[in-house]
């Protein structure tokens, strides 16, 4: 059974572009998490998506960021024009349905560099 | 507001026992987290403590007072590979993982 799968690793864009990073989720998890991991800084809450559904998007920056969770298909996370600032470990997690307390399962997360 | 305290680094010998401590304050409180990550890897999940008291796994155990907003995580018989961060992370009242992280404690055994 595959675990939480995030494609690219590593993304090196120059400011202005868009970056897209991918969330394949554990088999028959159907909640997708994202985080952000800045430098020396601890993991930060983005978004929580169900499938076609945001449930929480408060983590959000209010601009350039966007997330989906198609029926069909990995979650996309898309952050347009990036900046320096943009520069962070953004880590993907799964869960599933159900339990509250069940544990979160995370991605080996997607670097993204800004140059 | 919220906020998640714990040490940045620790150091400890192969065998020994490591405590590593954590304060919390959030807005609601549905659970206390530790995970462990190595170095440019993903954050695996250690343990979960909801209630008072201690919660023994293995070689790991985990600790929350829910009056005092505290927790730790104990490691016994340390390894090599246990070199890693430990990541502390509360849950508040939503009902699902919007977990608040501390910045992680470094941890290093050595020979």
């Known amino acids: 059974n595959a675990g939480v799968m995030q494609n690219p690793r590593h993304l090196v864009r120059r400011r202005g572009q868009e970056a897209r990073l991918r969330c394949s989720p554990m088999?028959?998890?159907?909640?997708v998490y994202w985080y952000r991991q800045l430098p020396e800084e601890g993991l930060k809450f983005m978004v929580y998506?169900?499938?076609?559904?945001?449930?929480?998007e408060s983590g959000m920056p209010k601009e350039r960021f966007s997330a989906e969770f198609p029926k069909e298909g990995p979650s996309i996370l898309r952050i347009q024009q990036v900046v320096r600032g943009d520069s962070a470990a953004y880590f993907c997690?799964?869960?599933?349905?159900?339990?509250?307390?069940?544990?979160?399962?995370f991605g080996s997360g997607t670097q993204l560099s800004v140059l | 507001g919220q906020n998640i305290d714990q040490p940045t680094e620790m150091t400890a010998t192969e065998g020994a026992i490591v405590q590593i401590n954590c304060t919390y304050q959030?807005?609601?409180?549905?659970?206390l987290f530790w995970y462990q990550q190595h170095a440019g890897e993903a954050p695996t999940f250690l343990s979960y403590?909801?209630?008072?008291g201690l919660e023994e796994k293995g070689r790991f155990s985990s600790f929350l007072s829910r009056s005092k907003g505290y927790s730790y995580l104990l490691l016994k018989e340390l390894q090599m590979k246990d070199s890693a961060s430990y990541l502390c992370?509360?849950?508040?009242?939503?009902?699902?993982?919007?977990?608040?992280f501390g910045t992680g404690t470094r941890l290093l055994v050595s020979p």
């Open positions: 992370a509360a849950r508040g009242n939503t009902g699902f993982q919007k977990l608040v």
């Open positions: 403590n909801v209630l008072d």
């Open positions: 959030t807005s609601g409180f549905n659970g």
């Open positions: 997690a799964s869960s599933p349905p159900g339990q509250a307390n069940e544990k979160l399962f």
């Open positions: 088999k028959g998890h159907s909640h």
């Open positions: 998506l169900q499938k076609e559904n945001i449930i929480d």
